[in-house]
Each structure stands twice: as structure tokens, then as C-alpha cells.
């Protein structure tokens, strides 16, 4: 492909990516399945300048006053400064396969941004929004000033970044040290992760999927963030646990490793789709006492009345916003809309409000979200408390120190009592996790109806 030709190409992957609601490294894999002229180095240019504008849409969009892709790729194209305005133009020369000529508006947009400073350049001066230099969503400003205060501006430099892969070991099948050295002898370097035990992160990134240690089970690729939200579900053998909006089954999985195949996990969700993965993923990790279930179905609704006032740990990882991962699907902060987040928000405090009688007395809740937002995490689980006095809020550090058995294990990350963590500070995803233990009072009452949630 030509430059010109690479250009146009990624002017119509993001003009699709727009039009959809589906994830745009999905859109993107389709778009290049289409175009088998496209080669690997075509790829990669078409997919940086896309994820790039993508990342920066707010800069971009606010220099040129529009959300035209055509436009946005032109403050691309000239935001590093390598390119002239006229080189600029000359790449949309309407040659075939490549970019139409730019028009009068878009000329004059060119030369607009060829002669405006930078976005950074004017900071000081206070003539850029911060939502602009943020590159997040002005609506949310309020918001996310609230939970970062003078914080902002690094954290969302940070979520502007390429994350990194994590990997977890998965202990019924291998330790970290044989699966680093197992890599380490295909090249493959790893460091261990900062504060999870199973952690490896790969020093750079590449495709792990095929890789035998893949393959076999001993290894799952997941953010080490994710990897702390299930270790401090504090499980063990034994233990009746429920993964109630469980997904793919990435938690799943991690606490059947913690719980070595003893006692039964119950994982739920109510899109059957989003559980098929878990069920190849649960055969290739040699993992026996997981149950899947979709709910709404017969068998679900009949596990949860048996479950009610039994469960040693119900994991809520509910459905969020996911702004706190926002580093690997940019598109999705441009996506979220208030209405959208009103709804997140009801049905977070309506599943909690639900399942909540699935506790037994002395048993633990634990509420999770990949969001940066308090709206989905603190002001969920102070609201719930305040509706649930039979629920108590643990310190999380009280958690780590339960979990964290080696004498020289890390100091917890986080503050108490929430565990918060975010790109910034802690190089994970952002994510939140709540701990709430139901007292265990003499007497206790029957437990109430669960209803079931989908």
C-alpha cells in the first residue's frame, strides 16, 4: 500500500469504527480480513494512525473543531511534527486507493493547524479545556476531577498509553519461576508482577495464544490488576463461591487455581455467548469444580435458591463503564454516554441489592469494576451499606495481609479501605474492589428470596 493508500484506509476503518458499537481491534481484525493485499507493515501503519486518533479524539476534535475522521487524521498527521502541511496534502492526492483531495474547509484546517501551537504548548496559559488535553469526554469532567483532584492531568496521561500483557500462571499446572524460564528459552522475557504472585509481564508485547505454555493451560493472559481483584476474594479449598457476572471467566479460573480444584465455583451470567469461551478455557486449565450457568435458565435459578445463605464468597464483577480500561479500547470513552452510565449505575446497585442474600453469615461480598468512576464504586458500596446493615466494609489491607502469606511479600497498594488501582500508580488497568462480610449475628433469620438478576 501507499502512504496515501494507507491513509485512506484508515480514514475508513475509523469511520466504521464510529458507525458500531463492537470492540475496534474486532473491527479492525474484519477490516484487514477483507483486504488480503494489506500487508503486515500496511497493518500496523493503518492501526497506529487509527489508535492513535482514537486515544487523542478530544485534542484532535477540539483543533479541528470537528469529529470528521478526514480531519482528525490530518491533526494526526501533523501532531509529531515530521510532516510539513505540504507534505500533509500531498498524501491525499485522490489517486486511486488513496485519500479524495482535501477541499476548500479541509485546506483551510490544514493550514489552521500547521500554524496553531501544539495543545501542550498553551497549557500554562489556560486557553485548553483540561477534558482536551485529558482526551476524555467533556461531560465527564466533574467526575473524574472528583475522584483525581490535582491528580488528573497524570492519570489521564496514563490511560493514554499502551498497556502492557500481563500473564497469569496458573499454579495447578506450573509455578512463575518454570513458566519465566520456559519462556525465557523461546525469548520470550518476562519480569514478574509487582504485586501478584502469578503475575509475568512480557517486557515486549507479541501473541501469546499459540504458544505451547498457551495452549496446554499453564499460563492466561490477564491484567495484573484483574489477578488482585480475584487473590484478595481471599478463597479457599473447599469454599462454595459464586462468580456472578463471571463473563469469560478469567476470575473463575484464578480462583480455582487458589481453591486447587477443592470445593465448587459457580459461575453465572446472563449472555450464554459470554460464557462459551469459559467452558475451553476450564478444559485446557485442568479446572474440575467449576459450574456454568446462564441465568434466567431452569438449573441457574433452581443453583441460586439452593445457594441462598450458603455462599462463602460471592464476586460481583458487575458490568461497568470500563474506563479504567480505557488504555486498550479508546474507543469506548467516546461510546459512553450519561444515559449509558445512569443505566451501569441501576443495574450495579440492583445486582448487589439481589444477590446479596446468597451471603451466609461471616461470608464476603466483593464488589468489583474495571472504572475509574465513583459513581460505579465508591458511592455503590456506601449506598449499599447504608440500605444493608448486616454488611460490614473489611480494609483492604486487613485482605492482604490474609492473603499474602510470604514474609516478603509487597506492602498492599492501596489506601484503605477501597482497593483502587490505576495505570498511573500502579501500571495495572484501573480497577476497584470493595470487601463487605456479612455479620454473623446469633439467630439469624431465614435468609431472604435471591432474585435473580439479568
Known amino acids: 500500500m501507499t502512504p496515501g493508500a494507507r491513509i485512506q484506509a484508515a480514514i475508513e476503518l475509523l469511520d466504521q469504527i464510529a458507525d458500531s458499537t463492537a470492540p475496534a481491534d474486532r473491527l479492525a481484525a474484519n477490516f484487514f480480513r477483507s483486504r488480503r493485499y494489506a500487508g503486515s507493515k500496511d497493518r500496523r501503519a493503518v492501526t497506529e494512525i487509527v489508535y492513535d486518533v482514537l486515544r487523542r479524539r478530544g485534542e484532535y476534535a477540539w483543533r479541528t473543531n470537528s469529529a470528521d475522521s478526514r480531519r482528525l487524521v490530518l491533526a494526526h498527521l501533523l501532531s509529531n511534527g515530521e510532516m510539513d502541511s505540504g507534505e500533509v496534502a500531498a498524501l491525499f492526492n485522490g489517486e486511486k486507493f488513496c485519500a479524495a483531495s482535501l477541499d476548500d474547509g479541509e485546506q ?14 498553551s ?75 502469578t503475575a509475568l509481564r512480557l517486557e515486549s508485547r507479541q501473541t501469546m495464544t499459540k504458544h505451547a505454555l498457551y495452549l496446554n493451560g499453564a499460563i492466561e493472559i490477564q491484567d495484573e490488576g484483574s489477578q488482585l481483584v480475584a487473590l484478595l476474594c481471599a478463597v479457599g479449598p473447599g469454599q462454595q463461591v459464586v462468580d456472578y457476572c463471571a463473563g469469560a471467566g478469567g476470575k473463575s479460573l484464578a480462583l480455582a487455581a487458589q481453591m486447587q480444584n477443592k470445593g465448587q465455583i459457580f459461575a453465572f451470567d446472563s ?62 470513552k467516546w461510546r459512553l454516554g450519561p444515559e449509558q452510565l445512569a443505566r451501569y449505575v441501576a443495574a450495579q446497585g440492583r445486582i448487589m441489592r439481589s444477590t446479596a442474600p446468597l451471603v451466609r453469615p461471616g461470608g ?20 449499599f451499606l447504608a440500605e ?28 484503605d479501605p477501597y482497593l483502587r488501582l490505576t495505570p498511573a500508580q500502579h501500571g495495572t488497568d484501573g480497577f476497584f474492589a470493595a470487601v463487605l462480610q456479612r455479620r454473623a449475628a446469633a439467630g439469624e433469620n431465614a435468609p431472604d428470596e435471591v432474585m435473580v438478576d439479568v
Open 364 to 383: 464476603r461480598l466483593i464488589y468489583a469494576t474495571c472504572s475509574i468512576l465513583m459513581e460505579e464504586n465508591e458511592d455503590q458500596i456506601e449506598a
Open 271 to 332: 449472555a450464554p455467548k459470554r460464557l462459551e469461551p469459559l467452558r475451553i478455557r476450564l478444559q485446557r486449565a485442568r479446572v474440575r469444580n467449576v459450574q456454568v450457568h446462564a441465568l434466567g435458565e431452569t438449573v441457574a435459578v433452581a443453583a441460586l435458591s439452593e445457594l441462598a445463605g450458603k455462599t462463602d464468597r460471592l464476586l460481583l464483577d458487575v458490568p461497568c463503564s470500563g474506563s479504567g480500561t480505557w488504555r486498550r479500547n479508546p474507543e469506548s
Open 123 to 197: 497549557e500554562a496559559s489556560g486557553a485548553v479545556p483540561a477534558w482536551v488535553t485529558g482526551n476524555y469526554p467533556e461531560w465527564l469532567n466533574a467526575s473524574l476531577a472528583r475522584r483525581f483532584g490535582p491528580e488528573l492531568p497524570a492519570e489521564m496521561a496514563a490511560l493514554l498509553g499502551r498497556a502492557e500483557v500481563d500473564l497469569r500462571v496458573n499454579v495447578l499446572k506450573s509455578t512463575p519461576a518454570k513458566v519465566a524460564a520456559g519462556l525465557a528459552r523461546d525469548d520470550i522475557v518476562t519480569t514478574p508482577g509487582r504485586f501478584a504472585p
Open 388 to 415: 444493608q446493615p448486616d454488611f460490614e466494609l473489611v480494609p483492604i489491607s486487613r485482605v492482604w495481609d490474609e492473603v499474602m502469606t510470604s514474609p516478603d511479600h509487597p506492602a498492599c497498594p492501596c489506601a
Open 108 to 121: 483551510a484546517v490544514l493550514t489552521q493547524l500547521s500554524q496553531a501551537p501544539a495543545t501542550g504548548a
